[in-house]
């Protein structure tokens, strides 16, 4: 699987970038695409505290869960175009004031990287670089 690098071949220097993983799939965000990060309410826990459907709650708002194909352009969509929820939820910034996410099996960083022929190599990971999606509303 191979991911769009148009706009990254001209950076120059390293960026923030914010790593996940999904399947053991890696994959790259520039942090500032990202605006929060949070552990998951799976089922199980507290379930007061949990909202349900396609719902996580973060900081008293609601964040709609979507697959990862809609935050983030990926070169593969197919691989990723379903959402279960995972123990980590990763909050895209958008363009409005609704909150839109996806579920995440790990998350670091940031990390300062430099990508090579769209790739990030962390810690013996190797990332997708990914760019974010012209996502605009909730529903």
């Keep these: 699987m191979e991911s769009d690098t148009s706009e990254f071949s001209t ?3 390293p ?3 914010v790593l996940f993983m999904i399947d ?3 994959m790259a965000v520039l942090a500032d695409a990202v605006q929060a990060i949070f552990p998951s309410c799976l089922p199980g826990q507290e379930e007061r505290y949990c909202a349900f459907l396609t719902a996580e709650l973060h900081e008293g708002r609601p964040v709609f869960m979507r697959p ?3 935050l983030f352009n990926l070169a593969d969509p197919h691989y990723f175009a379903t959402s279960q929820p995972r123990p980590w939820c990763l909050v895209a910034r958008g363009r409005d004031d609704a909150l839109l996410g996806c579920w995440v099996d790990e ?3 940031p990390v300062l ?3 090579t022929m769209g790739q990030i190599t962390h810690q013996q990971r190797t990332y997708l670089t990914a760019l974010p999606a012209a ?3 909730a529903l």
Excluded: D, F, I, M
């Design 11 to 13: 950076t120059a220097g």
């Design 15 to 17: 960026s923030r970038w």
């Design 24 to 26: 053991q799939q890696g």
């Design 68 to 70: 990862l194909t809609e």
């Design 107 to 109: 998350v670091s960083g």
């Design 113 to 115: 990287a430099t990508p």
């Design 135 to 137: 996502q605009t509303h």
